[in-house]
């Protein structure tokens, strides 16, 4: 039976009741509890974006809580600023629900408010433990960590945990590690090294002295919090509760989908008696490709990775379809640390617009995609060759991945997004400058540019971009043609879209030709032959008949 829309006392419009998620808010956080939405909910349909557990819109209007029994909290809205939670003591975002008193300026957060007052810890304690409010900052006696929030107490033994350390499970499995990861009291009576060792998942230092995740098969050691993280997308690792539901081995690969993406029509001895092959089927294009072993005259990108071409790359002349060999001997199917699904190649987006957002760059891509079809999680060819641990010319020590979000900005272009750090001297790296070609040409130039990251002061000319003619960051990696004395931004070199081809073709139901990608931001907006509208962005155009449709239409 159909439930009746629902009037939310913290929203203006009705919600409408689903008994499980619909995919398009996939990764959702509740507005009212800010945890991840899995079963049943409630979604404003002329909002769009207000979703809420079924549980939390049961939750009442109006509370007493012993944190601060002077007086009834009253559930609203944080409307301004970014004050601390009186409970966690963690700043609470603009708009999230909250529970406050106005006479004294107290706020709970929703998730706060209704945790339990006696708690009885899956950590190592063996005692019930009791929730306190502590205006002086303390050290937890799990994590190591200072802190001025609510802790929980145990009254029997001189025990004092953070509340979230409470919840650590005994044992986890996390995508970083094939083994399972044992939550340890503390490695310092079992190791003769420092109290510190070096978190392979944030790397930064462990303090032994405190509760860790342990593997002792590996000697592999973490954080609590590094270990049990969910800021990435998708979950990063599972709570086991027992060693029997564990599995010792890398998640299989499926032998059907691990053959060639491509069969080989012509090939040819090499050196070694290698053989070549000079002429493929690839599951990419309709035609036979054949392969070139020479630079191109005009500036071509390969369709696999958006890459510029180079040499050796393989080409259909009747197309202008190209394809790095490297592009072409991709894996169909792969593992990768940022994800915890195998992720399937493949050689179109799989969303209706064609083209697709890569979750590590943070950028529209319409290349080949390695793409989870469980999650929706994507990742273009460039990103997926980066590994846990990568060498970079432009840094002399090994970086590693981090499995934690935490807002950590690259040292060569100061943006934030999934870093790469050295464990030697704190240097970072995002996946954009990790992925940045090195030689690239820029339109009519004949010369090459290169990618330069040693300091500035090795150079005379001035911080300025030859390009956009704005100054440049001295310690940012820029692109240098030493013949031309010509300096530049890597976003002026590679342009707006670097990872877009435009001008690739496409087929569709809703007309008889194919359609080119084509961008329209400049020049004449046509409009859309399907919603009438003007095309300001990107659009598909067919050539015969002067034919335009938007991406979304």
């Excluded at 994590?143 to 929980?152: A, P």
């Excluded at 609590?224 to 010792?248: P, V």
């Excluded at 891509?365 to 990742?379: I, P, Q, T």
């Excluded at 979000?405 to 934030?416: A, F, I």
Aim: proline share 6%; hydrophobic share 30%; aromatic share 10%.
């Amino acid at each position: 039976m159909e439930r009746e829309p629902l009037k939310y006392f913290l929203h203006r419009h009705p919600l409408i009741f689903n008994e499980v998620l619909d995919k398009d808010y996939r990764r959702s956080n509740c507005n009212v509890c800010q945890t991840t939405i899995s079963g049943p909910n409630y979604i404003c349909k002329e909002c769009g974006g207000f979703i809420i557990h079924k549980s939390c819109t049961e939750l009442s209007d109006k509370l007493e809580h012993p944190l601060h029994p002077k007086h009834p909290l009253i559930h609203t809205w944080q409307f301004e600023g970014e004050p601390k939670c009186d409970g966690c003591n963690g700043e609470i975002k603009i708009y999230h629900p909250i529970y406050k008193c106005s006479d004294c300026n107290f706020r709970l957060e929703a998730k706060c408010a209704f945790l339990p007052l006696t708690i009885q810890a899956e950590i190592h304690h063996e005692h019930p433990l009791t929730l306190v409010r502590r205006c002086l900052s303390l050290t937890c006696d799990a994590c190591g960590k200072e802190d001025k929030c609510m802790f929980c107490l145990c009254a029997i033994c001189p025990f004092l945990v953070h509340i979230e350390c409470t919840s650590y499970p005994l044992l986890v499995k996390h995508i970083r590690h094939r083994h399972p990861l044992h939550l340890t009291k503390s490695l310092k009576p079992h190791l003769n090294q420092s109290d510190h060792r070096l978190c392979p998942l944030c790397v930064k230092k462990v303090n032994t002295n405190y509760m860790v995740y342990y593997c002792s098969t590996c000697d592999f050691v973490t954080h609590l919090h590094c270990a049990a993280n969910i800021d990435m997308e998708g979950e990063q690792w599972e709570r086991i509760e027992s060693t029997s539901m564990l599995k010792f081995e890398d998640p299989g690969l499926d032998e059907s989908i691990d053959s060639l993406p491509y069969v080989v029509k012509k090939s040819k001895q090499g050196e070694d008696n290698i053989e070549i092959a000079v002429e493929i089927k690839h599951i990419s294009h309709k035609h036979d490709l054949k392969l070139i072993d020479e630079q191109l005259k005009n500036d071509e990108k390969c369709d696999g990775c958006i890459w510029p071409i180079s040499p050796p790359f393989y080409t259909c002349t009747q197309c202008g379809f190209f394809l790095h060999k490297s592009c072409v001997e991709l894996p169909r199917k792969k593992l990768h640390p940022l994800h915890q699904h195998p992720l399937i190649l493949l050689t179109e987006s799989p969303y209706v617009y064609k083209y697709f957002f890569c979750e590590a760059l943070g950028r529209h891509c319409n290349g080949f995609v390695y793409h989870c079809d469980k999650c929706y999680f994507d990742l273009d060819v460039q990103c997926s060759l980066r590994s846990d641990i990568m060498n970079h010319e432009g840094h002399e020590h090994q970086l590693i991945l981090l499995s934690t979000s935490n807002n950590e900005k690259c040292n060569s272009c100061d943006r934030v997004g999934i870093i790469f750090r050295c464990a030697y001297c704190e240097f970072t790296l995002d996946f954009r400058c990790a992925t940045l070609p090195t030689i690239i040409r820029y339109r009519s130039y004949e010369q090459s540019f290169i990618l330069c990251y040693k300091s500035e002061k090795d150079y005379d000319h001035e911080y300025y971009c030859d390009i956009c003619e704005k100054p440049r960051n001295s310690k940012h990696w820029f692109y240098y043609c030493a013949d031309l004395d010509f300096p530049a931004h890597p976003e002026c070199i590679l342009g707006e879209d670097p990872n877009m081809k435009f001008g690739k073709t496409y087929t569709f139901d809703i007309h008889e030709h194919p359609l080119a990608l084509v961008d329209k931001r400049k020049g004449i907006h046509p409009l859309c032959n399907k919603c009438g509208k003007s095309s300001d962005g990107w659009t598909f155009e067919c050539a015969k008949c002067n034919f335009n449709l938007h991406p979304l239409c």
